[in-house]
């Protein structure tokens, strides 16, 4: 692999999330194969994104785009970032 762009994920999360913490480990095993940058963001601090998101967490962007909501599993996930992988290639 060159040195490609890093896909961008955020995971909106809040603490004590299970979830989320699960999400975000399937993110780190993924991370060996891809690359990524992860951004945790915990809605209990914005108001607006708690009333988005606050039963859904883990949501999950990628490069600003909302992918998965409530759900990701490491398959989805490499899925989705080897179609954007061909897409950009």
Request: aromatic share 6%; net charge negative.
């Amino acid at each position: 692999m060159g040195m490609e762009t890093p896909f961008r994920i955020t995971i909106y999360t809040r603490e004590g999330c299970e979830r989320c913490d699960k999400a975000k480990e399937k993110v780190e095993r993924v991370a060996r194969d891809y690359p990524i940058e992860l951004e945790m963001v915990d809605i209990a601090d914005n108001p607006a994104l708690e009333e988005t998101y606050g039963q859904l967490i883990p949501v999950v962007h990628i490069n600003g785009e909302k992918v998965f909501v409530s759900k990701v599993t490491e398959l989805w996930l490499r899925r989705e970032l080897a179609l954007r992988s061909t897409k950009h290639a």
